[in-house]
Nanobody
């Protein structure tokens, strides 16, 4: 069983930056994909970004392309998401999600989930 723990959320002003972290444990994480989804109040959960831990390929949702950057550190089994030029519409609970092998932007294809971390963009 894989456990995922997020950290790094908080309150930031519009135009600011935050970095989220997601650390995996509990099972081998080779060929593991770590992704981020977010859910704003009254909205469906939305794909944000994902990275394959072994092959380094990445994928981004259209609303964050050019502003967010996802990376990973193999030694610590951690994925990072740097969020730049944040906007009020980025306010949401951000969830780390995991699956094996191939990247996907479909929520239902992720078997493992963290508890979520709140990101609030407001002046």
């Amino acid at each position: 069983q894989v456990q995922l723990v997020e950290s790094g959320g908080g309150l930031v002003q519009p135009g600011g930056s935050l970095r989220l972290s997601c650390t995996g444990s509990g099972h081998t994480l080779s060929s593991f994909v770590m992704g981020w989804f977010r859910q704003a109040p009254g909205k469906e959960r939305e794909f944000v970004a994902a990275v394959n831990m072994a092959y380094r390929n990445t994928q981004y949702g259209d609303s964050v392309k050019g502003r967010f950057s996802i990376s990973r550190d193999d030694a610590s089994n951690t994925a990072y998401m740097l969020m730049n030029t944040l906007k009020p519409e980025d306010t949401a609970i951000y969830y780390c999600a995991g699956r094996y092998y191939s990247i996907s932007d479909r929520e239902r294809q992720y078997a493992y989930w963290g508890q979520g971390t709140q990101v609030t963009v407001s002046s």
